[in-house]
RNA sequence: CGCACUAGGAUCU
């Protein structure tokens, strides 16, 4: 089982992700039980491959194997659901975990924000302050995007105050998550603020501040930034 | 076997 695990843990991660599920039918069919590793392996695939159909049959294996409850796992459907679009059925799984940790609400509020719900998606980040859960970088950078889809600089700036506390804020992701939302909204020299204050950065974040100028009219610095980037150690994309 | 990267996150397109 422990080499299945690893066989599937392989493809689920580097592709082909298909691969990852075939492996998984193979297994069931040499008659051995997935146990809660195996899971989110393969759900990861799902996830990766858009693929609803094998993640709500997969999802039945794991209700009849009674691993919906394990964080893990439960996790990992959460994330799957949400990849494939369906934040309700993420939801169901979300409320029905007896134990919800920092994962698990994360992957839910990161669904709700990459399915265009920011509201609820920023609804949830609230609720999981109130519960008292601690969030991370990972987390916080979510809760900037819901607040770059919906344009709520107010939201947005409260939200950079707690990541500037907790000391995210050199987090690669996380600073170039603020500059798209500053972007966003209008507000271009806040992003250009967080874009000079990075330690690193990468394409991405060069890519957002460009296009964070030109989305908003500024079109003489996005080429000057763009002139910087192929002077500098960057590859532009 | 909690498996030493076990699960969730980033711009534009």
């Given at each position: ?5 690893v ?18 039918y ?5 008659g051995?039980q ?22 709500i049959t997969?999802?039945?294996h ?8 394990d ?9 799957m ?8 059925d993420?939801?169901?799984v979300f409320?029905k975990?007896p134990?919800?940790?920092?994962v698990?609400w994360?992957?839910?509020?990161a669904?709700y ?15 999981m ?5 601690r ?12 607040c770059a ?8 700036k ?6 500037l ?19 966003k ?10 874009f ?31 002139k ?5 150690l960057?590859?532009?994309?």
């Open positions: 089982l422990f080499f299945w695990n066989m599937i843990k392989g493809y689920a991660k580097n592709g082909p992700y298909e691969e990852a599920i075939a492996l998984y193979q297994m069931l069919r040499t051995l997935p146990n809660k590793f195996t899971f989110p392996f393969v759900l990861k695939a799902c996830a990766s491959l858009n693929a609803p159909e094998e993640g997969i999802h039945k794991i209700r009849n194997l009674r691993f919906e409850a964080v893990y796992v439960g996790a990992a459907l959460i994330d659901h949400g990849k494939c679009g369906n934040t309700q993420a939801r169901d409320d975990m134990h919800r940790n920092l698990a994360t992957a839910m509020i669904g924000a990459q399915n265009g719900k920011p509201i609820e998606a920023l609804w949830l980040f609230k609720e302050g109130l519960v008292g859960m969030s991370d970088s990972v987390a916080l950078g979510s809760a900037v995007l819901a889809s919906l344009k709520a600089l107010l939201t947005g409260t939200i950079h105050g707690y990541i506390k907790s000391g995210f804020e050199f987090y690669v992701y996380v600073a170039t998550g603020l500059i798209d939302m500053y972007a909204c209008g507000s271009v020299e806040f992003a250009r603020k967080v000079d204050r990075m330690p690193q950065r990468n394409a991405v974040s060069w890519n957002a501040m460009i296009s964070g100028y030109a989305q908003n009219g500024h079109a003489k610095e996005a080429l000057a930034l763009f910087k980037m192929h002077f500098g960057a590859t532009p994309d």
